[in-house]
């Protein structure tokens, strides 16, 4: 079955960087799109950006533009996404999504990491 | 704020009909299919409804889209206690050249 298993939770300080992983499963990992998308406290869901694991070809938000990196390991199956000059407003739980393309059809999600950044 | 608007709230007794709106423009909403997420407490969301009226195998027929101009509606009938959630509409927006998702609805169940 399709799994997708983020690892855990962050805390970081104002100016860090943070990187999260996504381990896909049960599914060809080069056949489908990686978006990530983002939930501050109590807010809603905001898209991030899209890598293609295949080419490991992205696109960002353009308010992410320049801090955001994501990448990808065909080896293990993996995917990862990096935010670099972590502020307070930073603080959310990141979750990886699965799509068959390049479209918000996310038909599997990982379970989500909480990122806190606070000093 | 974002570019598409839902709501913020919506409430319906057990057995009743309720509806979400979600509105958008030309650039989004009137040109792309819209999907729709279920999002309970602490969980990652579900995709609930996609090209703007499909069901995914396993979601219950008492949910159902639709889509005119640029708005769309997400319907839930026959309401039981279990659909309490945050409801979320996404679509691909071509200005942005990315999707966009609206603020989302919370459905409360009385």
């Known amino acids: 079955q399709v799994q997708l298993v983020q690892s855990g939770a962050e805390l970081k300080k104002p100016g860090a960087s943070v990187k999260v992983s996504c381990k896909a499963s049960?599914?060809?990992?080069?056949?489908?799109?990686m978006h990530w998308v983002r939930q501050a406290p109590g807010q809603g869901l905001e898209w991030m950006g899209i890598?293609?694991?295949?080419?490991?070809?992205?696109s960002h938000a353009q308010k992410f533009q320049g801090r955001v990196t994501m990448t990808r390991d065909t080896s293990t199956s993996t995917v990862y996404m990096e935010v670099s000059g972590l502020r307070s407003e930073d603080t959310a739980v990141y979750f990886c999504a699965r799509s068959g393309t390049y479209y918000p059809h996310f038909d599997y999600w990982g379970q989500g990491t909480l990122v806190t950044v606070s000093s | 704020q974002s570019v598409v608007t839902q709501p913020p709230s919506a409430s319906g007794t057990p057995g009743q009909r309720v509806t979400f709106s979600c509105s958008g423009s030309?650039?989004?909403?009137?040109?792309?299919?819209v999907n729709w997420y279920q999002q309970l407490p602490g969980t990652a969301p579900k995709l609930l409804i996609h090209s703007n009226n499909q069901r995914p195998s396993g979601v219950p027929d008492r949910f159902s889209g639709s889509k005119s101009g640029t708005s769309a509606s997400l319907a839930v009938s026959g309401l039981q206690s279990e659909d309490e959630a945050d409801y979320y509409c996404v679509v691909w927006d071509d200005s942005l050249s990315g999707p966009v998702f609206g603020g989302g609805t919370k459905l409360t169940v009385l």
């Open positions: 030309s650039s989004n909403i009137g040109s792309n299919i």
């Open positions: 890598i293609n694991p295949s080419g490991g070809s992205t």
């Open positions: 049960g599914y060809t990992f080069t056949n489908f799109f």
